[in-house]
Each structure stands twice: as structure tokens, then as C-alpha cells.
């Protein structure tokens, strides 16, 4: 049974940082794609960063410079580093995983940026 597990999320003032990982069990991380999204309140849900099957990563442009991902494929751990919070980050997010055609998702961990 395929399960991910965020962590990390929490309250932080606008300039903080903040390190979530997401736990991956049930599956072997691999070549398969994998990123971080969030949903902000009224909105849709938005691709935060990913890493492609090929190794490629990308970020949307409003984190570019600010949010770096990474994966520890001998853990089955992916992380998304955040650094210069602002308000406008506050969402919820969540980690995805492509695994044998299928996409996987967590249950998502709530990170507040307020003063």
C-alpha cells in the first residue's frame, strides 16, 4: 500500500524558513516523478516544484530563488527547503509521487506565514 506523509508545515513569521518532508512508503522512489503543491484558501491547487522522470526540476516562478527541492531516494524522503517566506505562501501543501501510472498524494501540512 502506497502511503505519503507530510511534515514539517507550521507557523512562521513573513522572511522564515520552513523544511517539509514527505515520507514515502510502499513504493521505491526511483525514476518517477515527484513535487510539492499547495492550495491556498479559495484557490486552486498549484504545482509548488517538481522533479521529472528525467531528473529535470522546476519551480513556479513566485518561488524561484526561494524554495529549493530535493529528494533522498535511500530514504524515500522528498523535501522542499523554504526560505524568505511571505503571506502569500500560506497554503496547505502537499507532496505528489507517480508511481506505476498512478499519482499518490499526502495528506497535506498547513504552512501559516504571519507576523
Known amino acids: 500500500q502506497v502511503q505519503l506523509v507530510e511534515s514539517g508545515g507550521g507557523l512562521v513569521q513573513p522572511g522564515g524558513s520552513l523544511r517539509l518532508s514527505c515520507a514515502a512508503s510502499?513504493?521505491?522512489?526511483?525514476?518517477?516523478?515527484m513535487g510539492w503543491y499547495r492550495q491556498a484558501p479559495g484557490k486552486q491547487r498549484e504545482l509548488v516544484a517538481d522533479?521529472?522522470?528525467?531528473?529535470?526540476?522546476n519551480y513556479v516562478a513566485s518561488v524561484k530563488g526561494r524554495f529549493t527541492i530535493s529528494r533522498a531516494g535511500d530514504k524515500n524522503t522528498l523535501f522542499l527547503q523554504m526560505n524568505s517566506l511571505r503571506p502569500e505562501d500560506t497554503a496547505v501543501y502537499y507532496c505528489?509521487?507517480?508511481?506505476?501510472?498512478?499519482?499518490?498524494w499526502g495528506p497535506g501540512t498547513q504552512v501559516t506565514v504571519s507576523s
Open positions: 505528489t509521487v507517480n508511481y506505476a501510472y498512478q499519482n499518490y
Open positions: 510502499g513504493i521505491i522512489f526511483g525514476r518517477n516523478y
Open positions: 522533479i521529472t522522470r528525467s531528473g529535470n526540476i
